[in-house]
């Protein structure tokens, strides 16, 4: 494969498009149809475009990156609220697990579709088409 085929191949699927469609859990390829089935099950086709998902391997990714964004954000929040300010340790906790759940409920199903994007925009795991052989 030449040069100026790999940088049609790669430029046909622009990741950052790609990122932002996967954030809103729609199509990465049209954007037009939801990529999610239920809270978390990926479509085998898009219903839109025809796009086949069913190629996806985000396993655990999405849970660690869940885990990442949510336990940095709300740990350092929980100690600032402990310190600065007198508050009960069972309401702060109470607080902190609530905003831990919502969070959670929020970016996990974002993050997997970030992750199925980024992977059929690069071609990962079975996306390319019949163009790369």
């Known amino acids: 494969m030449s040069l100026s085929q790999t940088n049609t191949l790669e430029d046909d ?3 950052g498009q790609a990122l932002l469609r996967g954030m809103r859990c729609k199509c990465p ?3 037009a149809a939801p990529m999610l ?3 978390l099950t990926v479509r085998d086709c898009c219903p839109a475009c025809g796009e086949d998902l069913s190629h996806q391997r985000a396993d655990d990714g999405p849970a660690y ?3 990442l964004v949510t336990l940095k954000t709300v740990v350092p929040l929980m100690v600032y609220v ?3 300010y007198n ?3 069972t309401l702060l906790f109470a607080l ?3 905003l831990l759940v919502a969070m959670t409920l929020f970016l996990l199903p974002r993050f ?3 992750i199925v994007a980024f992977q059929w925009a690069k071609r990962m795991h079975g996306f390319g088409d019949e163009r790369d052989h």
Do not use: D
């Open 13 to 15: 699927r622009p990741t």
């Open 29 to 31: 390829a049209c954007g």
């Open 37 to 39: 089935r239920a809270y």
């Open 65 to 67: 990156l869940t885990m």
């Open 82 to 84: 402990m310190f600065n």
């Open 87 to 89: 508050m009960n340790p």
């Open 96 to 98: 902190s697990a609530l």
């Open 112 to 114: 997997k579709g970030m």
